[in-house]
């Protein structure tokens, strides 16, 4: 027994000394300091503080604090490419908590990757992470078929804030394959940002990416997607193809006039800027989940309804580019779910199509 031990011990050791050796083989990019890799899911790349940031550093004393330490979360960040590689590597280091209370370790630290087919669908890349810590976090995907791939999309982490990222192939280059489409961009709360999905390519805005074939930014902030004035200005800088407000959940914060004068300025803000471009405010869609102890419902409810009054005296009759997604549409209901509040892949995914089906409406 004891040699048997012995030398299952020396195989392990072999293995590992072998997958090392092999790693110094592979063809390396440092995504952290090569920036004629352009990233997507990001609208100011070039002005940023930090490699994978959302927001400008410009901005760094502008918005709250909360808002700027949530912005260098890589949500919604991305890189599609192509390669002929039949093993990828990713190397990087993470800042934040490996887990939270309502999302896995693998949706707050994990990257993920999902491959575009031949045959146009998508499907999901496993990957083992060799390593999970702070500051060694090794996945490794092997056994790849990169003759039936046109076109592959990394997210990164949803929570924590990445570093020191490296992509490492085992024949080949990167080759880049950006999109040049006008972005969906999304301007929301923690269930835009992604909570709580269990891996980053199954938060809503992922899943809609992939289905509509447009870049969708990513630019939902935890609890603290509030429709504010400084993030509305600058938003409306960029120009997209569709504007998505869903910021209602974390409207439950203030009174239903304050809530409501956020709304007419987003709406004003972007429609001084782009007269035609599609604007599409969601509802609270928790507000249709039947609980017991439904107290937090009554609270979305009363947004739900101060929403409407804000559409039905502001919107209706005059703006026939403001769309509406309203709770029913998306129909959550408990076990779509994690805490009541959060939608997890299910929900996620009920996210995804309503919003699909809108916006392959309003482009035809």
């Given at each position: 027994m004891?040699?048997?031990?012995?030398?299952?011990?020396?195989l392990?050791?072999?293995?590992?000394?072998?997958?090392?050796?092999?790693?110094?083989?592979?063809?390396?990019?440092?995504?952290?300091?090569?920036?004629?890799?352009k990233?997507?899911?990001?609208?100011w790349g070039?002005?940023?503080k930090n490699?994978?940031d959302r927001?400008?550093?410009?901005?760094?004393?502008?918005?709250?604090?909360?808002?700027?330490?949530?912005?260098?979360?890589?949500?919604?960040?991305?890189?599609?490419?192509?390669?002929?590689?039949?093993?990828i590597?990713?190397?990087?280091k993470?800042?934040?908590?490996?887990?939270l209370?309502?999302?896995?370790?693998?949706?707050?630290s994990?990257?993920?990757?999902?491959?575009?087919?031949?045959?146009?669908?998508?499907?999901?890349?496993?990957?083992?992470?060799?390593s999970?810590?702070?500051?060694?976090?090794?996945?490794?995907f092997?056994?790849?078929k990169?003759?039936?791939?046109?076109?592959?999309?990394?997210?990164?982490?949803?929570?924590?804030?990445?570093?020191?990222?490296q992509?490492?192939?085992?024949?080949?280059k990167?080759?880049?394959?950006?999109?040049?489409?006008?972005?969906?961009?999304?301007?929301?709360?923690?269930?835009?940002?992604?909570?709580?999905?269990?891996?980053?390519?199954?938060?809503?805005?992922?899943?809609?990416?992939?289905?509509?074939?447009?870049?969708?930014?990513?630019?939902?902030?935890?609890g603290?997607?509030?429709?504010?004035?400084?993030?509305?200005?600058?938003?409306?800088?960029?120009?997209?193809?569709v504007?998505?407000?869903?910021?209602?959940?974390?409207?439950?914060?203030f009174?239903?006039?304050?809530?409501?004068?956020?709304?007419?300025?987003?709406?004003?803000?972007?429609?001084?800027?782009y007269p035609?471009?599609?604007?599409?405010?969601?509802?609270?869609?928790?507000?249709?989940i039947?609980?017991?102890?439904?107290?937090?419902?009554?609270?979305?409810?009363r947004?739900?309804?101060?929403?409407?009054?804000?559409?039905?005296?502001?919107?209706a009759?005059?703006?026939?580019?403001?769309?509406?997604?309203?709770?029913?549409?998306?129909g959550?209901?408990?076990?779509?779910?994690?805490?009541?509040?959060?939608?997890?892949?299910m929900?996620?995914?009920?996210?995804?199509?309503?919003?699909?089906?809108?916006?392959?409406?309003?482009?035809?």
């Amino acid at each position: 027994m004891r040699k048997k031990i012995i030398l299952i011990g020396l195989l392990t050791h072999l293995l590992f000394y072998v997958h090392a050796q092999n790693l110094k083989e592979f063809n390396w990019i440092d995504l952290q300091q090569d920036k004629r890799v352009k990233l997507q899911g990001q609208l100011w790349g070039e002005q940023v503080k930090n490699r994978f940031d959302r927001l400008p550093a410009s901005h760094e004393n502008i918005v709250r604090k909360e808002v700027w330490e949530l912005s260098q979360n890589p949500a919604g960040v991305y890189l599609d490419f192509h390669t002929i590689a039949d093993s990828i590597v990713l190397k990087y280091k993470y800042k934040g908590n490996e887990a939270l209370r309502n999302m896995s370790a693998i949706g707050v630290s994990g990257i993920d990757i999902y491959a575009k087919l031949h045959n146009n669908k998508w499907v999901w890349v496993k990957g083992k992470y060799t390593s999970f810590k702070k500051d060694s976090m090794t996945v490794v995907f092997d056994g790849l078929k990169p003759q039936q791939v046109i076109i592959y999309r990394l997210y990164l982490s949803l929570y924590n804030i990445i570093s020191d990222l490296q992509i490492g192939f085992n024949k080949g280059k990167l080759q880049q394959k950006p999109n040049p489409l006008k972005p969906v961009i999304v301007y929301g709360t923690s269930i835009a940002q992604g909570a709580s999905a269990s891996r980053s390519g199954m938060a809503w805005t992922s899943i809609l990416g992939r289905s509509i074939e447009q870049p969708v930014v990513n630019l939902g902030f935890s609890g603290n997607g509030r429709l504010e004035k400084e993030l509305v200005d600058l938003i409306a800088t960029k120009e997209a193809s569709v504007y998505i407000m869903d910021c209602l959940p974390n409207l439950v914060a203030f009174t239903n006039d304050e809530a409501y004068k956020r709304l007419q300025y987003a709406l004003k803000t972007l429609r001084s800027k782009y007269p035609k471009t599609p604007i599409v405010f969601t509802e609270h869609a928790d507000a249709t989940i039947d609980l017991l102890n439904n107290s937090s419902q009554l609270e979305y409810e009363r947004v739900n309804n101060n929403f409407r009054k804000f559409i039905a005296e502001n919107v209706a009759g005059k703006d026939s580019n403001v769309y509406v997604v309203t709770a029913q549409a998306i129909g959550l209901g408990i076990d779509d779910t994690t805490d009541g509040i959060h939608p997890s892949d299910m929900g996620m995914k009920k996210y995804a199509n309503v919003y699909e089906k809108l916006i392959r409406k309003i482009m035809n």
